[in-house]
């Protein structure tokens, strides 16, 4: 894929994270993730490449953004592409943090399809990589991350989702003296931002959507990061859904060239809301102020992107 397709990309997240800012705290999260559906639709019929969406945001045959639909002008190279228009919806509903926009691209075959389940998960950055195991004890893992990155463990910082489900992880993490940052959606930001050199995250644990997981998994391996996964299943229909999917064994553990195959990819995003990750939009007399970052897994080259819109000049799409 050329480099000029990433910027390309890059508007695709922009227009639907201007779109879906628009709706931030006005506690309609329906609204909201439409709203960005249409923006990326709007845009992605002028991007050059001969899409296919692998992994989509909504029910299958709702919109032109669910799975199995074609997108692109046609124009350009065939990829499989996952998309997310909106990550932390009720987040960006309640004027929340850590809601984004996101979209992955590749080759045809680059992404793992899992079934729409659960799934456990633990991300870091290049420097640690190699040193987590998603089958220890959380204290294990913080230990060895500490020790990697030579910190004390009092200034090791994990982000988890503030769900039920994580009280125990929650408690063990305290435990072990290591600091906590809780996030109440969007689980993309946390687990890329534990990939990232300078920011406030080392290590993302806990539970969230896979298809989440997919996104983030790409973004990783723009950056030479590591992430580990495995489904979690409430039933044993959960266990035949995945079975159905092809995993034969339902504790297989996925490991980063599992969940992207692929090598030529790239992943792009901008911030809805103020994140760990990026800034949310900001609105300015006759414009808006967008934060991106857009990344290729060939060169790991990562480049931000901050664009001013002027409204009065082109309108929001």
């Known amino acids: 894929m050329e480099r000029n397709l990433a910027l390309e990309v890059v508007r695709v997240t922009e227009a639907a994270a201007l779109f879906a800012s628009r709706y931030a705290g006005r ?125 004390y463990i009092e200034d090791v910082t994990v982000c988890v989702l503030d769900r039920p489900r994580h009280a125990e992880l929650i408690e063990r993490i305290r435990s072990v003296g290591a600091r906590i940052i809780l996030i109440t959606d969007g689980d993309i930001s946390g687990a890329v931002a534990a990939a990232m050199d300078e920011r406030p995250i080392d290590i993302l644990m806990g539970i969230g959507r896979s298809m989440e997981g997919v996104l983030a998994a790409a973004a990783i391996k723009c950056l030479g990061g590591d992430i580990q996964a495995r489904l979690v299943y409430k039933d044993d229909n959960e266990i035949e859904t995945a079975k159905k999917n092809g995993i034969t064994d339902p504790g297989k553990i996925f490991m980063l060239s599992d969940l992207i195959p692929g090598k030529d990819l790239m992943f792009s995003a901008t911030g809805i809301t103020d994140g760990e990750f990026l800034k949310g939009v900001r609105f300015l007399s006759g414009g808006a102020k967008t934060d991106s970052i857009v990344m290729r897994s060939k060169t790991h080259t990562i480049r931000y992107i901050t664009a001013m819109h002027q409204f009065d000049y082109k309108p929001m799409y």
């Open 27 to 151: 506690g309609d999260s329906v609204k909201a993730l439409n709203s960005a559906i249409d923006a990326m639709i709007k845009v992605f019929a002028s991007v050059s490449v001969e899409g296919r969406v692998v992994i989509g945001k909504a029910e299958p045959a709702d919109t032109q953004l669910s799975t199995n639909s074609e997108i692109g002008n046609k124009n350009g190279p065939e990829v499989d592409i996952v998309i997310d228009p909106l990550d932390g919806g009720m987040t960006c509903a309640r004027g929340g943090q850590n809601s984004i926009s996101a979209v992955a691209m590749g080759e045809r075959g680059a992404f793992f399809i899992p079934p729409t389940l659960y799934m456990e998960k633990i991300a870091v950055g290049s420097d640690v990589k190699g040193v987590v195991d998603i089958t220890e004890m959380p204290e294990i893992n913080i230990k060895r991350v500490a020790r990697a990155k030579r910190k």
